[in-house]
Nanobody, 125 residues
Framework: QVQLVESGGGSVQVGGSLRLSCAVSGYTNSRYSMSWFRQAPGKEREGVAK???????NYADSAEGRFTISKDNAEKILYLQMNSLKPEDTGMYFC???????????????????WGQGAQVTVSS
């Protein structure tokens, strides 16, 4: 069983920044991939950024150039640095665990076996 706990959400104005954290605990594979998803009210959950066991990253077009995903393997913490935030970035952000090493095997929500409880991000103009 893997536990994921997000923190760092909040309310910011347009153009502001936030950093989300996700603490990973429990029984994990020695190598695994992680992702950040978000869900706006009335919309489907969508992938924002993901990082492989080896540090390869992939971003949604909406996040490219503004968001940075990273991880501290020793501390088992996943981060999402979000800059130049826009109102359309508003939503609940979830970190998710994929038991595979490579991003090719960690695509849609069904590939992620554990999820955090979510952190609310609100961007106001």
């Amino acid at each position: 069983q893997v536990q994921l706990v997000e923190s760092g959400g909040g309310s910011v104005q347009v153009g502001g920044s936030l950093r989300l954290s996700c603490a990973v605990s429990g029984y994990t594979n020695s190598r695994y991939s992680m992702s950040w998803f978000r869900q706006a009210p009335g919309k489907e959950r969508e992938g924002v950024a993901k990082i492989s066991a080896y540090g390869a990253t992939n971003y949604a077009d909406s996040a490219e150039g503004r968001f940075t995903i990273s991880k501290d393997n020793a501390e088992k913490i996943l981060y999402l640095q979000m800059n130049s935030l826009k109102p359309e970035d508003t939503g609940m952000y979830f970190c998710a665990y994929c038991a595979r090493n490579y991003l090719d095997y960690c695509g849609g929500t069904s590939d992620f076996t554990y999820w955090g409880q979510g952190a609310q991000v609100t961007v106001s103009s």
